[in-house]
């Protein structure tokens, strides 16, 4: 997850680098060449206006040539010579104007397509923030529910150390229980012991005893006769 927001923000850090670089280069030269071609344009369609109006005027035998300085009526003008060296030279400028106007219109439509893929770049790095967002929002989630998990697994832990010391509880009580009740059937048997050595030792058992055998021996004494 971290690795990944990483690339990403590499990745969206890269693109607006080049962002910056189109807007304030590319862009700026081009609009810079536009302006020039611009100006170019002007300058050589202001000059067909004045070579077509001095065109229309040595047709017109009227004003004055900006060449020898004479007027178109006046026959040491060559007007026939003039009009075609303005043909030719209104020729040239329009191929001139035309070129720079094609290269006006070829440098607008790179210009458009250079904004066009500056806008889907520009949308792409929106998503891709939102992305990022999404994803650091979803990895901050996952920190807190480790954590929690990480807190149940401690508290499961604890719960299994305490069952464990429970059961040695258990354990060590049942072995003392188990010693106390072979002390107890001891203690029994040396009780009956000392009850029968109480009745031996007793004044009513020793005669229990000399009668017994006393009876006996007349017992056995009555069977020899």
Do not use: W
Not at 38 to 63: H, R
Not at 131 to 138: C, G, V, Y
Request: aromatic share 2%; glycine share 2%; proline share 0%.
């Amino acid at each position: 997850m971290v690795d990944t927001i990483k690339i990403l923000e590499e990745d969206l850090s890269s693109k607006e680098q080049k962002i910056n670089e189109i807007e304030n280069k590319n862009i700026i030269d081009i609009n810079e060449k536009l302006k020039t071609f611009e100006i170019d344009s002007n300058i050589k369609i202001s000059k067909i206006k004045d070579l077509t109006k001095e065109l229309d005027n040595i047709k017109k035998s009227t004003g004055i040539c900006p060449t020898c300085k004479r007027s178109y009526s006046d026959d040491k003008c060559s007007n026939e010579d003039r009009i075609k060296e303005l043909q030719k030279e209104i020729s040239e400028v329009n191929i001139e104007k035309d070129s720079i106007l094609e290269q006006e219109s070829t440098l607008k439509n790179k210009l458009n397509k250079i904004k066009e893929g500056l806008l889907q770049l520009k949308n792409k790095n929106i998503q891709t923030k939102k992305e990022i967002e999404r994803l650091k929002n979803l990895n901050n989630q996952i920190k807190i529910i480790e954590s929690k998990n990480e807190e149940i697994l401690k508290a499961v832990e604890t719960l299994k150390e305490e069952k464990d010391n429970i059961d040695n509880l258990i354990e060590s009580s049942n072995k003392e229980i188990k010693i106390i009740q072979d002390e107890i059937k001891h203690l029994y048997k040396e009780l009956d012991i000392l009850e029968n050595a109480k009745l031996i030792v007793s004044e009513e058992g020793v005669k229990t005893i000399i009668i017994k055998k006393i009876l006996k021996f007349l017992n056995e004494r009555l069977n020899f006769y």
